[in-house]
């Protein structure tokens, strides 16, 4: 079975081929960099992060261009605001950016751009557009796309735009209207704001041209995917469709990928409700990044997620008990030899594994494989029948499995000393909690330096000495490592 994928252009779930032999090229919307980014913007970004591990592992390679979206409305205001540069203001919310993607083990794309390295193209790109008769200048030198010239205009939002009047303009660079306007390329600037000279004159791009040049720029005039959230299929993606197309005569994209909105404890997120977390946020409430990752991939990206706390306790513990698993079958000592059920067992995790992934990326149908998995497995290990050959079959499906949902390396301590460490420095320290502080304590050895106290602590049980062992216990405890004590002997773990 190849790959399906849920294509919001056709409305329907389609077989996704490359247009290019086995070269996948994807462009997804990236973060705009004017504050630090909320669990909203993140499940969109985890799920590209599963697309891309998924294309990766199905034998693909990939081309994969993320935009950092660094000159638009809110940050040409925030940046004047501050007495900064755009440059200056920007630089901290994509280093942050990327720090949180790291922290949620989210790959970076084979190519960032930075909408302003590209302004100038930009600038020529509206001249094609504007000498083809699609784009005009205004009186104060702003340029507008003119949408009663595509009358494809709505293919991708499906609205119906028959009753547009032509002409009509709007200039900021978010809006939600169900009525077309004309859409701004190209802004002239105001006293104060940030600008560029170009051969169309002074200003700066308007939000949706970026996106269309920088896609077609490094990936061509047509290619494979485009994703982002739910939130920017209108206008966002509509306007990208009718400007490129507009410039090329060709279609744009062949495949659209859009994940669902995200809500809070059954709410809409808000700040004026009381629900609105970036990343930072939920590490310094003493929350894993391993647990907010499984939760934000734990439901199908078409499907609504509904964000809870008693949600990141049950992915807090999901996480746990894969992580036992693997640890179990790497120091357990297994009998020699193989059994063929076990070996069954894994062959039919891992049919519908792929299967749940293949099927428009279906995680909770792939998750539901492992653990029935990791289940039955842990059963057989209790009556004796994994032998060490088993062992090995077992952990390579785990293998399978972290190259997708990348939550079982257990590196969260020192993620979360990081985002401790930086709470600290930015004078946020009131906001860590007992939790983080604990978990921060866990990366403060590493893991040689516990491997030989815990052998320490071994040793000296061996000879009896309690005194000793006692004492390198606590201190292992009070450094965040748990010691568990097993038929095969003493095996460690980070809180």
């Known amino acids: 079975m190849a790959l399906q994928l849920f294509n919001?252009?056709?409305g329907k779930v389609e077989e996704f081929h490359p247009l290019e032999d086995n070269l996948v090229r994807m462009y997804a919307c990236g973060p705009t960099v004017y504050d630090y980014g909320h669990i909203g913007n993140f499940r969109?970004?985890?799920?590209?992060?599963?697309?891309?591990?998924f294309l990766r592992q199905s034998g693909y390679q990939l081309k994969h261009v993320m935009n950092i979206t660094d000159v638009e409305d809110k940050i040409i205001r925030n940046a004047a605001r501050d007495g900064?540069?755009?440059?200056?203001?920007?630089?901290?919310?994509?280093d942050a950016f990327l720090e949180d993607a790291d922290a949620l083990n989210i790959q970076h794309p084979e190519l960032l751009a930075k909408a302003t390295e590209h302004i100038h193209?930009?600038?020529?790109?509206?001249?094609?557009?504007?000498?083809?008769?699609?784009?005009?200048?205004?009186?104060?030198?702003?340029?507008?796309?003119?949408?009663?010239?595509?009358?494809?205009?709505?293919?991708?939002s499906k609205k119906d735009f028959e009753g547009m009047t032509d002409g009509a303009r709007v200039d900021v660079d978010e809006y939600e209207k169900d009525n077309a306007r004309d859409f701004a390329l190209w802004k002239a600037p105001k006293p104060g704001e940030a600008q560029w000279d170009t051969e169309i004159g002074p200003g700066r791009p308007g939000w949706h041209i970026e996106c269309s040049q920088m896609s077609m720029k490094y990936l061509g005039d047509?290619?494979?995917?485009?994703?982002?959230?739910?939130?920017?299929?209108?206008?966002?993606?509509?306007?990208?469709?009718?400007?490129?197309?507009?410039?090329?005569?060709?279609?744009?994209v062949k495949v659209w990928f859009h994940s669902r909105f995200l809500l809070v404890e059954g709410q809409k997120m808000a700040k004026s409700a009381g629900n609105f977390f970036t990343v930072r946020d939920l590490?310094?409430?003493?929350?894993?990044?391993?647990?907010?990752?499984?939760l934000l991939l734990s439901v199908p990206c078409r499907k609504q997620l509904n964000f809870t706390f008693d949600g990141l306790t049950q992915a807090a513990n999901s996480v746990e008990r894969l992580r036992n698993f693997k640890r179990r079958l790497e120091t357990s000592?297994?009998?020699?030899?193989?059994?063929?059920?076990?070996?069954?067992?894994?062959?039919?995790?891992?049919?519908?594994?792929?299967?749940?992934?293949e099927d428009d990326l279906n995680t909770a149908r792939a998750l539901g494989a492992v653990f029935d998995l990791v289940r039955d497995a842990n059963a057989a290990a209790d009556n004796g029948q994994v032998h060490h050959d088993d062992a090995s079959k077992l952990l390579k499906i785990l293998d399978q499995f972290e190259e997708v949902f990348a939550v079982l390396n257990d590196d969260d301590a020192f993620k979360v000393r990081a985002t401790v460490e930086w709470a600290k420095a930015e004078g946020h320290a009131d906001k860590i909690s007992p939790a983080a502080a604990e978990l921060a304590k866990a990366a403060s050895l590493s893991d040689e330096d516990v491997e030989k106290l815990v052998a320490e602590h071994s040793q000296a049980r061996k000879t009896r000495d309690f005194v000793r062992s006692d004492a390198i216990r606590n201190q292992l405890a009070a450094n965040g490592i748990i010691l568990e004590n097993t038929k095969e002997g003493v095996r460690w773990k980070r809180k």
């Open 8 to 10: 919001t252009l056709s």
């Open 44 to 53: 969109t970004f985890v799920a590209v992060d599963v697309l891309r591990r």
């Open 84 to 94: 900064v540069t755009v440059q200056e203001y920007t630089k901290k919310y994509t």
């Open 121 to 156: 193209e930009m600038a020529h790109f509206i001249a094609v557009l504007r000498d083809k008769g699609y784009a005009y200048q205004a009186d104060d030198g702003s340029y507008y796309f003119r949408i009663a010239k595509f009358p494809e205009y709505g293919k991708l």
């Open 222 to 252: 047509t290619f494979d995917i485009h994703a982002g959230g739910e939130d920017l299929i209108f206008p966002h993606h509509e306007n990208e469709i009718a400007q490129s197309e507009s410039l090329t005569g060709k279609p744009f």
């Open 283 to 294: 590490v310094l409430m003493g929350h894993k990044p391993s647990s907010i990752r499984f």
């Open 333 to 357: 000592q297994f009998p020699a030899g193989s059994n063929p059920a076990i070996a069954k067992l894994v062959d039919e995790a891992s049919k519908e594994m792929r299967a749940g992934m």
